[in-house]
């Protein structure tokens, strides 16, 4: 299947994005997703590299904190999954695993996915780790108006989308409330795995941005 229509898509839609969900982040998660699935499973399951690839590339034009208007791009992706060869129960099985699968729908309930859908998830949580996690977290909490650091502000605990979204914290303090917890999330073996040794860098580059704080 040729993915052209939906990649240009994509492009067209992310790439003026500074909080660290642009194009580039898209074909990270395409690519991971269908990696990590392929180093565990011996065997794959019909047609399942098509429905990772468009859900990698799709997954943050459909949500709502980069787009406003969730209806029209909706009907924009169902066209071009139509026009790309999905079957109808295809495109609705990439629209709701791009819908079900941020860390801020899974909040207050724990969304099922698909097993394809899991490695998909995983490949987005483990873009928010490691070398890229750090340097996407400053993007995004720059681009929100939100501290570096500040001793003063305690962490908080995360347990509504709403609160998630007011980033009323500091950036380091994002570290300890969301992103070294994905490492405990992680479904599939090799995304767990790999989110091991990301989380690992994260905690060797906090205590090194500590110790210049408290020099
Ligand atoms: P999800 O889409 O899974 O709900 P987000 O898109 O909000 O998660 O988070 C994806 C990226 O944005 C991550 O790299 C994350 O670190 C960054 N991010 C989200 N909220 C914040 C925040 N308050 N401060 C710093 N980075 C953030
Ligand atoms: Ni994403």
Redesign the pocket.
């Known amino acids: 299947m040729d993915l052209q229509l939906i990649i240009s898509y994509a492009q067209k839609i992310l790439h003026f994005d500074s ?3 642009d194009f580039y982040h898209a074909q990270r998660v395409a690519n991971t997703a269908w990696q990590l699935y392929q180093q565990d499973q011996v065997a794959v399951e019909q047609n399942v590299e098509p429905l990772i690839l468009a859900t990698g590339y799709l997954h ?1 034009t459909l ?1 709502d ?1 980069l787009i406003s208007d969730l209806a029209t791009a909706q009907e924009q992706v169902q066209i071009i999954l139509q026009k790309t060869g999905f079957a109808t129960k295809q495109q609705k099985q990439i629209l709701s695993v791009s819908q079900h ?5 899974n909040l207050q309930h724990h969304w099922k996915l698909p097993l394809w859908g899991q490695y998909v998830q995983d490949a ?2 483990l ?2 780790l490691g070398a890229i ?1 750090i340097a ?3 993007a ?2 720059g681009k ?1 108006s ?1 501290a570096i650091y500040d001793p003063t502000i305690p962490c908080q605990k995360l347990t509504n989308k709403k609160q ?1 979204r007011k ?1 009323s ?1 500091t ?1 380091i303090n ?1 570290f300890y409330e ?2 070294l917890l994905l490492a405990y999330q992680m479904n599939t073996p090799a995304g767990l795995k790999l989110a091991q040794k990301r989380k690992q860098y994260m905690q060797q580059f906090l205590t090194e941005f500590l110790a210049e704080w408290n020099f």
């Open positions: 909080s660290g969900h943050d949500d904190k699968l941020s860390y801020a729908a987005d949580r873009d928010a996690g996407r977290a400053f995004y909490g929100n939100q998630y980033h914290t950036t994002h969301k992103l």
